[in-house]
């Protein structure tokens, strides 16, 4: 047996899955590699940290108190759960989800001590991912020292974007710094990119697309003739639209503003914009979508909330519609966006002078295609799996 094991690490939890390679006379990229069990540790470094397993089979389910104090400790935990299952007797590489690629890297890439080295230099990239995910590499580095680690990028994808859509209107010093858009999220859009082709063709993944990954972090992206033309997310994951508790984008000025009003240092300033801000800021209440959607009706901050969400989301839409010269295919991803018909809908409703038009029914069965026989652009919904996707990196680059 033949396995890839994918590590997803977030601020305070990591998700983790296994994957057989399978034949690769399979028709279907998903059908070469067979998904044994995946789960998560939640609550890091915070009371109550838990180590989950999920399985279709509700008897075989896992949730177990762990001691997770910090990544460290959480690493630890993870490894020694591996190694209990049976299924992890043969593990041949390990794919880690890096949330920054900066500048350099496109491609996949070896994680060796070197390799995590010239990743920790880009820690100011990305301070609130970087470091945790190196220190797990680092954990399985020491404790696997034979066995093949791959950084997977979530900015790979958004690489090679048209120079216009790199550019931060700033002076170029800071460019040559590192400073650009780069967009994430780029393992979900590879995958659903894949996704659509195999579900409506080539012709449909080569036409005018724009993906909307909605879930607690939220983006959307243009592509056309099958390569990225533009994103939401720009240098950092709290750019773009609203998300769950990230701000999406602001007035510099407010920077200014809250530094002299609140004396807000950037470090308070930073998890004020990532941590506090969203959906939780706007309703007050509540970061989860699907509590905002039952409370609107009584509670105008709710309301407002998922109202400021979708109209953001139209706005987008609309603005990548006119950056691609026309809509074929609009594609809903995410938690919200494969499980919220209500926030679908809304984000649909109004885009009808581009040929959008939502069967009502289709919608809120969730159904595969939600767009009705007579619209011009076909409007789907495609569960995502970026897991899924790491460990068909890691396959194609080890041959395994």
Not at 11 to 20: D, G, M, V
Not at 167 to 186: I, M, N, S, T
Not at 301 to 320: I, T
Not at 342 to 361: M, N, S, T, Y
Request: hydrophobic share 40%; charged share 20%; with cysteine.
């Amino acid at each position: 047996m033949r396995t890839i094991l994918t590590i997803n690490a977030g601020s305070s939890s990591i998700k983790f899955a296994l994957f057989e390679c399978s034949d690769e006379s399979a028709e279907a990229t998903d059908d070469r590699l067979r998904r044994l069990f995946k789960g998560s540790i939640e609550r890091i470094g915070l009371s109550g940290s838990s180590l989950s397993m999920e399985s279709d089979d509700p008897a075989k389910a896992i949730k177990q108190p762990i001691p997770a104090a910090d990544y460290a400790a959480a690493a630890t935990a993870l490894m020694q759960f591996i190694e209990t299952r049976p299924e992890s007797a043969r593990i041949n590489a390990v794919a880690h989800r890096i949330v920054h690629g900066g500048p350099m890297y496109s491609e996949p890439q070896r994680l060796d001590t070197q390799m995590i080295k010239a990743l920790r230099a880009l820690s100011p990239f990305d301070p609130d991912h970087l470091p945790q995910e190196l220190k797990l590499a680092e954990a399985f580095q020491q404790r696997y020292p034979e066995l093949p680690q791959v950084a997977c990028f979530d900015t790979a994808f958004h690489h090679d974007l048209p120079r216009v859509a790199q550019l931060l209107p700033l002076p170029r010093r800071y460019a040559k710094q590192g400073l650009r858009r780069y967009g994430f999220h780029g393992l979900s859009y590879a995958y659903l990119l894949q996704q659509l082709e195999r579900i409506a063709g080539a012709a449909a993944a080569r036409g005018r697309i724009v993906f909307a990954h909605l879930g607690n972090g939220a983006s959307l992206a243009a592509v056309r003739e099958g390569r990225p033309i533009d994103t939401s997310m720009a240098f950092t994951p709290a750019s773009g639209i609203p998300m769950s508790t990230r701000s999406g984008d602001l007035d510099p000025g407010v920077v200014w503003y809250l530094a002299r009003t609140e004396t807000l240092d950037p470090k308070a300033f930073n998890t004020l914009v990532n941590t506090a801000s969203g959906l939780l800021g706007i309703s007050e209440t509540s970061s989860d979508m699907r509590d905002l959607l039952q409370r609107e009706a009584d509670d105008e901050r709710a309301r407002e909330a998922v109202e400021l969400f979708c109209y953001q989301a139209r706005k987008w839409v609309g603005g990548f519609a006119a950056v691609l010269g026309g809509l074929d295919t609009l594609v809903f991803a995410g938690g919200i966006g494969e499980r919220a018909a209500p926030v679908r809908a809304r984000i649909c409703q109004g885009l009808e002078f581009l040929g959008v038009a939502v069967d009502a029914g289709r919608n809120a069965q969730h159904a595969a295609l939600i767009s009705t026989d007579a619209s011009r652009v076909a409007v789907r919904v495609i569960p995502t799996d970026e897991e899924q996707m790491m460990a068909q990196l890691v396959r194609s680059m080890l041959s395994l």
